[in-house]
């Protein structure tokens, strides 16, 4: 069992509509959870971070995160194309290392 | 510019030769991370290390590859006698102290071995 996994898509959403990407981890011990987004060719930047159960919000992205699940979420409200990208989960147990997920390729059709 | 630092951005070597790859952390940042990403591949942990001191190395190959992170200047990723299968993305990221710190990646380095 991988320790992080996504979906890798490509998953594909109207302009305007919402994107919800998932995201599952198989260490109970993980502490703290990241997303982050990659456009082609460049480097990830970081989106959200969540450390407790329940949501979180910032601006049009919203990070669920369920620990009782091993299940944590980002979904992105008013979808624009500059939304496209490949989304990354990456989750942390204390101060070790970020292990990421192997990614979900997000497409926003005008 | 505080941002992570890594140079050289493209780095092209022939087989058998060295690459050396540089990252100069986040302004106050101690903690730095390479990572390996392979063409529509997620990134796969290759080192952690803090200031003088390796912390953990699981991810990386035991062969040809070394990491460094002195007490003055930059840290370095070292692969000796490249082979083609070592061509990929490498990202430097570092981080701030406190349990859950996120991760900020510099702009990576290919490397292409041909």
């Known amino acids: 069992q991988k320790e992080v996994e996504q979906n890798s898509g490509p998953l594909s959403v109207p302009e305007g509509a919402i994107a919800s990407l998932n995201c599952t981890y198989s260490d109970r011990g993980s502490q703290s959870f990241f997303w982050y987004r990659q456009y082609s060719g460049k480097s990830p930047e970081l989106i959200m971070f969540?450390?407790?159960?329940g949501d979180k919000e910032d601006g049009r992205f919203t990070a669920q995160l369920n620990k009782a699940s091993q299940y944590v979420s980002l979904l992105i409200r008013d979808s624009q194309p500059s939304d496209s990208a490949t989304y990354l989960c990456?989750?942390?147990?204390?101060?070790?290392?970020?292990?990421f997920g192997q990614g979900t390729r997000l497409t926003i059709n005008p | 510019n505080a941002g992570v630092m890594q140079n050289p951005r493209h780095l092209v070597r022939r087989r058998g030769q060295e690459a050396r790859l540089r990252c100069s952390p986040m302004?106050?940042?101690?903690?730095v991370y390479w990572y390996r990403q392979l063409p529509e591949e997620g990134l796969k942990f290759m080192v952690y290390l803090q200031k003088e001191n390796i912390i953990d190395e699981s991810g990386m190959p035991k062969e040809r590859f070394s990491a460094e992170f002195p007490k003055e200047g930059p840290s370095i990723l070292r692969i000796q006698q490249v082979v083609r299968g070592d061509s990929a993305a490498y990202f430097c990221?570092?981080?701030?102290?406190?349990?859950?710190?996120?991760?900020?990646f510099g702009n990576g380095t290919r490397l292409t071995v041909t």
């Open positions: 302004k106050g940042h101690s903690h």
């Open positions: 990456a989750v942390r147990k204390g101060a070790q290392k970020l292990v």
């Open positions: 990221a570092s981080s701030g102290e406190g349990v859950g710190s996120p991760l900020h």
């Open positions: 969540i450390y407790s159960n």
